[in-house]
């Protein structure tokens, strides 16, 4: 890989006496679709926790587009373009959709608390801006029309959406997804499949970590797997679905050979 945008290197994170995530190393290529899979415990939201900022790794490296960005705090990561979702959804939900798509702007802005008690032109027409651009996003994840519902009025699909596109809101060179299918049915896991190409032909990487073997496998162009913080393997999705490691990881010692198929897991 010539180019990644994503470097993590030996990766671990140790809470007390557990290793959740043991020397993990691995490459996102840009403008790609990566997966990181695992069972239950493996490790995958710990490392989207240390590659974003949000729990600083205790050995590695993580380099986003050439800077190391290993010991910088979350928010100066998500100012350098690598922006995360959450396992649990996480929304201002009293406020507005349209005003939660307008948070994840902030970063695209300028101005403070004088410039909005006085509200010279440039400034409204920032504002005026931001909500064209908040709309425009709304639109790319099938939220238009509900941009003045109270956030938490809406269904789970469609706060796991408003979610996605507060992150799109930010201009992600890098998106992280942390199990964005969670709690969908299969009509709005469908709808997120084509969600994230329309986001990777967009020009934005996505990397995801994701149960629902059945989007990854759509979706995916290459897949990491996790299993008790230790990388097992990599590949496309027919070498993962095909690898012993990544089968015995799922379904315990086996005697004869067998298919991964996504129901099973």
Known sequence: MADP????????????????????????????ITAVIGPNGAGKTTLFSAISGFRAADEGTVIFENTDITRTRADEVAQRGLIRTFQLVRLFRQMSVLDNVRVGLHSQTRGGFAMAVIRPAWFREQERRGIDEARAVLDKVGLLGQENAEASTLTYGQQRLLEVARALAAKPKLLLLDEPAAGLNRVESDNLAV??????????TVLFVEHDMDLVMRVAESIHVLDFGQHIARGTPAEVKANPAVLKAYLGDISEPVALKAEMI
């Open 5 to 32: 945008i994503l470097r993590v290197t030996d990766i671990t994170k140790r809470f007390g006496g557990v290793v959740a995530v043991n020397k993990v190393s691995f490459d996102v290529e840009r403008h790609s």
């Open 195 to 204: 969600l994230i190409r329309k986001i990777r032909e967009g020009g934005t």
